[in-house]
Structure formats: structure tokens, C-alpha cells
């Protein structure tokens, strides 16, 4: 009886029962690069390339996500790591970590629900969220499902009077926290979404169509009212129809006139704290200072902008030497990892924030993929520090990380070498 077909059935029923039923593949992947691969098996091309994707070449996107890896550990063992306080505070607030999810816009391109779903699971872990002006919900409708931390960023568009309205709506649904992007005055060329004719609504053409049909859970989502647009904007945007980003951009986003002094003016309408997004040298870090900002998110727009830009970990250093203690410095751009946060913050930042990361949980399973990817980022930014002898975030300094040198001088200006004196042709002396 033991051998019989029967038993051995029974037998290997109750080792797969032991072994515990995972037939959510969200619960098995171990990593970030996991659940982008899930993100991406989800989604047709064009939406998958919308989250992913970055300017031209995309030289500085790989490089964000390349250079922290360049960073290396230097644990100091024997420490009592019975406790690991992960919390910090910036500004006045206190947070249970020192990370926050960066904003997103265009979130209902890669389908589900957009950013209500992740918005629901930033509440649910109490970390603060993003809300992006270019987000396909409002704000207020955002808003009404969030039971965490709100903080608002704010794209400076042509009108100063869409921008003021804007501020006062931040202020309506309670954010604490005004984020403003400084790199967007042109939007950057993203050949990948060129090539797959990105346009917002998305459109199916008789080139993405066998996608649409191949993803149908996707197309179905695409579908659902309300169209997807700018719906921040939707009583400035007149009428749904197809409108290239390219053309929506230019029209009533690019902002060739924004200076300082446009900063000022935010400041003026804003009491809380106010962070720059975008800022890549000393200089701007400096000036962001002087003209009233409370705090800086060294960030190159995930590489989705100026390509060639310096990666954001090898500009971060210079860049905190710079402020010092006198700013909050947020790191932006290339985080996949706990032990990337922990990089970031033992280099100099305050904070982290994180970006595609949670795009992509948010592609693979909408509100569940979001928290799967904080508990990947808690679980592992726990680990990086216990394993470090780095028991709260305070503690973790420049000496638990070793990175090039030259990095402290990524970022500056240098002039050129004056050329040498060159002597007067006068008599050889013997
Ligand atoms: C799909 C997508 C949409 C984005 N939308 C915005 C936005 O609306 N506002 C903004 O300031 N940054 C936006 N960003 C940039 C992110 O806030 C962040 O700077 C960038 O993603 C960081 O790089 P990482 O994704 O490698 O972490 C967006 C990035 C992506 C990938």
C-alpha cells in the first residue's frame, strides 16, 4: 500500500500543503527586479516602456541604478543590533521611516486603478505619498483615500495663476509638504515612448493592438471612465480628445520664463515646508537656500530628462558637503533596494524617495503590489543596517560606506587650468 499510486498522490499532497500554497507569485518575489519583471509580464509595451523607459540613451537612468551599486558596505560587527529604529524626523515630522513614495503621474497608463490603489497602500503602511500634478485622479480625489501623510508636488506651469490655484487646492486637502519640480522646464525625449506613439488618452492603433488584445485586463482598465488625462488640470484642459504628451507639455506645461524668482513666489503662498526637485550641483543647492526653500531632492527625474546628467548618488556627496546641516536633502533616483536607501542616507541624505520601485508594484498588483514592495524596502533596510552595526538612521554615516573619491567633486564647476607660463626664449646658460 505505502508504494501505491494512491499513497504517493496522498504523500505528495501533503508535502506541497507543508511546503505552504503560493499561487500569488507576488509572495515570491524576493526583490524589487522581481516584481518589475511581474510589472512588465502585466503590461503591453507601450505602458510597461511609460514606467520604465528614460531620455534618449537612457545613460543617466542606467547609471542612477548602477552607480549606487558601485557603493560598498563597511560593517562594523559586535554590535548590540537587538533594536533597529528605522524612524526619523525632517521639518517637523515624524516619520516611521526614512523613506517616502515620490510622485508619479500617469499612473492609470499602466492600468488597474492608477494611484488610487497605491495611495490606499501608502495609508495602510503610514508613509507619506506623493501626489503628482500630473496625476489621473485630482487631488481631491486622491485625497478622500488617503488615511496617511499627503505631500503635493507641484509643476510650475506657464500660468501663475493656475500655480496659485494649484497651492490653494495642496493646502484644501491638508498636505504638508510642498515638493516643487525645478527639471521639467521642457519635457525630456523619450525615444522608447516615441516609438510605441505614447499619447494620453492611450490610443490603439493597428500597432499596439495585438498588445491591447494580448492584455485585455489592461485595455479594460484604459477604458473605464473617467478618460485618462491631467485631471488636475481638467477644467483648464479643454476636451478629451488624443493629444501627444510631447504636445500637452509644450502647450500648457513647458515654462521657458521660470527663474528663482518664480520660487520666491511659491514661498510667499506656502508656509509649510518647501522642497526644490531636480537639483544636481552645489550651486543650485545653495540658491535653493537663498531663496527661502526648506529643502532640496538631489534628482535628475529618474534620467527621464537631460540624459548625460550625473547619477544621483555621485552628485549627492558634493552636494551635502555644500548645504551641510542647514537643508533637508532628499535622495531621488535609482532605488531598488533597502541597502540603496541605506547608501543614500549613510552618504548624507535626510530621506529617500522612492520612484519606479513602486510603479512597478503598482503595475503588478495595484494597491497589493505597492505594500509588497514597502515590505521588500522595510525588510531589507533593516537587514543592510543590522548587518552594518547601524541601529538607527542618525547613526548611519559616511564611515559604514566607501565610494570613489572623485565623487566629492561630481557636480562642481571647474575652471580650466590656467595655461603654464611659457619662458621667454632667451640664452641657454651652460
Ligand atoms: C512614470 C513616471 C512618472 C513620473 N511623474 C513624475 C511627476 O509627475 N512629477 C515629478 O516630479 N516626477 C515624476 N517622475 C520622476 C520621479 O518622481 C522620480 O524622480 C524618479 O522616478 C526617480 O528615479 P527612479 O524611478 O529610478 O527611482 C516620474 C517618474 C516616472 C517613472
Redesign the pocket.
Known sequence: MADSPLSAALEFARMLAAGGFRLDPLDSAPSIEDIRRLARRRLPTMAFD??DGASNHELTAGE?VADLREVRFRPRWLTDISTIDVSTAVDGQELERPYVL?????QRMIGGEGELGAVRAAGRANIPFTL???SNWTMEELAEQATGPLWY?LYMYKSERIVSNLIQRAKGIGAEVLVV?VDVPLNGKRYRDHRNGMSIPPRITPANAVQAVRHLNWTRAIMRPPTIGFRNLKDEVQGDNAVSHQEFVAKYLANLTLTWESIEDVRRQWDGPLYL?GILTPEDAQRARRVGADGIYV?N??G?QLDSSPSTIRALPSIVDAVGEDMTVVF????RTGDDIAKAIAVGADLVS????W?YGNAAAGEKGVLRVLDILDGELSLAMGQLGATSVPALDRSFVEYPEAWHGAGMHREPEPAEAVEAPGELTP
Do not use: E, F, Y
Open positions: 511609460i514606467l542612477n515620490g510622485p508619479l503621474g500617469l503628482s500634478t500630473a508636488q519640480t526637485k534628482s527625474h529618474g527621464r531621488d533616483g535609482g532605488v522612492i520612484g519606479r520601485a510603479g
